[in-house]
């Protein structure tokens, strides 16, 4: 590979004169939002990895400008970012889908909350309790004091009986059926690190459970108890102090009834100090599970050198009001993932799976979070929404969510054993065509969803081994 000098941001670099910028740059991690990877043989349609030349001002796409000898390029300029975020807009302007489901987008608590009722309609409810535990260490007691708005603002409660899932009798059900568990916990008290948390209450609670998960020894300081602020409640709700107690049996956690400012010389015995006394009393119970989860969560990672993480709610691309039509193909989608579903454990309705599959991975969210983009900033194109899931064999396609960029088809096209995969219609109605008669099997399935950028293409796992 014949060598040469480039500029990028100032840095000279030595380059390939067969590669392109977007490889380049990936090679010296330099990031540049890109949907295709540089990945075949395409023409730029996205415009997200576009940098400015220096010498013309000019911007071009790194995915497919090869590199020249002395070339000099910015990846940051106004320009550049203008342009990007504009590209963003358009894209999101048209991608039909949530990010994160509604319930999940409102909790206070950030519970991931389609996860934890999906589980439960698949009855893996350890599971379920688990992931519950960790963003709602006392549900029940959440339940008394939350309004709910996981509920309200459930998918399923905009259809003409107004009646969302069940929610809260799925948390209710969980926590009286599968109390808290510490995993993996075969270390003694003695032979653990300690964790010291100031302040009960539901802050402090939180931030016992999540110390205990991350194998802490744990102390909690109030003189309220663990309680805190639940303990004028107590009395009223006995139901609170028997959920408290649960918890800090299977923490494992010790009680100093008194308060102890960040100062005293008892901190002094402890590895750490998880602070959740500065945590407003009057903050709703769930939010204040979440901040005190938080809290012990930045301490712990400042602990052991690594960068804590945080649960995020990012939802870039929404899909909205739904009209009652839509919904009932929502619905229809989903029995088809799971024809053997019909409602939840606790009686009430299916859950649509709102949630994108590639939600973690995407990488439309990643540059639309990059450039700090919430929403699309310009009304939905007026179109019909295309919400109808495909499936050819083992290959799920959602018209609704694609881009029509065309790396499918192009890898489809160079599999060993190539896959008839093509584009109709023109325009906004373009999507993909399939050959039902050739139903596509799992790994052909699997190569040409990888290279999905989005959440539109999906191999359905029917547990056969996929090599690689």
Excluded at 57 to 72: D, F, I, N, R
Excluded at 167 to 191: E, G, M, W
Excluded at 318 to 336: A, D, F, H, W, Y
Aim: proline share 5%.
């Amino acid at each position: 590979m014949s060598a040469c000098t480039i500029t990028i941001d100032g840095k000279a670099l030595a380059a390939g004169k067969s590669e392109t910028v977007l490889e380049v740059c990936n090679r010296y991690d330099i990031y540049i939002p890109s949907l295709c990877r540089g990945m075949g043989d395409h023409r730029a349609s996205c415009l997200l990895c576009l940098v400015e030349d220096t010498k013309s001002g000019k911007l071009l796409p790194a995915c497919e400008t090869q590199v020249s000898h002395g070339m000099s390029l910015n990846t940051n300029t106004h320009a550049v970012k203008d342009m990007r975020t504009q590209s963003l807009t358009m894209l999101l302007a048209e991608h039909a889908g949530d990010c994160t489901a509604p319930c999940a987008l409102v909790c206070p608590a950030h519970l991931e909350t389609d996860k934890m009722v999906r589980l439960v309609e698949d009855q893996k409810y350890e599971e379920a309790a688990q992931l519950l535990y960790s963003a709602i260490p006392l549900p029940r007691a959440s339940n008394m004091f939350c309004p709910g708005p996981c509920e309200k603002s459930c998918r399923r409660a905009e259809e003409e009986d107004g009646i969302p899932v069940s929610i809260r009798p799925v948390k209710d059900f969980l926590a009286a059926n599968y109390p808290p568990v510490l995993k993996n916990n075969t270390a003694d008290n003695a032979n653990k690190k300690k964790a010291l948390i100031i302040g009960g209450g539901p802050a402090g609670i939180a931030a016992v459970w999540y110390a205990a998960c991350n194998g802490y020894a744990v102390t909690l300081a109030d003189s309220q108890g663990y309680a805190g602020m639940l303990k004028a409640g107590i009395d009223e709700k006995p139901v609170i102090a028997a959920e408290i107690d649960n918890l800090v049996k299977a923490a494992d956690a010790s009680l100093i009834t008194r308060d102890i400012a960040t100062d005293d010389p008892l901190t002094q015995d402890f590895d750490i100090l998880i602070n959740t006394g500065l945590i407003s009393a009057q903050m709703a119970v769930a939010r204040a599970f979440y901040h005190g989860r938080e809290e012990a969560a930045k301490v712990i990672a400042h602990a052991k050198g690594v960068t804590p993480h945080l649960r995020q709610k990012s939802s870039p691309s929404r899909l909205g009001k739904c009209s009652v039509p839509e919904i009932e193909t929502l619905l229809q989608n989903r029995l088809k993932r799971n024809a053997h579903k019909t409602e939840s454990v606790a009686g009430g309705k299916l859950c649509l799976d709102c949630t994108c599959w590639k939600s973690e991975t995407c990488l439309l969210k990643k540059a639309a979070e990059d450039h700090k983009i919430k929403t699309a900033t310009i009304p939905r194109l007026n179109h019909k929404r295309d919400l109808e899931l495909v499936i050819c064999g083992a290959l799920e396609y959602e018209p609704a969510k694609c881009m029509r960029c065309g790396l499918c088809i192009n890898t489809a096209q160079k599999l060993s054993e190539p896959y008839p995969l093509s584009f109709e219609n023109r325009g906004i109605d373009t999507r993909l065509l399939f050959d039902y008669n050739l139903p596509a099997p799992v790994k052909t399935a699997h190569r040409i969803a990888q290279v999905c950028p989005i959440g539109a293409l999906r191999c359905k796992d029917y547990g056969e081994k996929i090599d690689e």
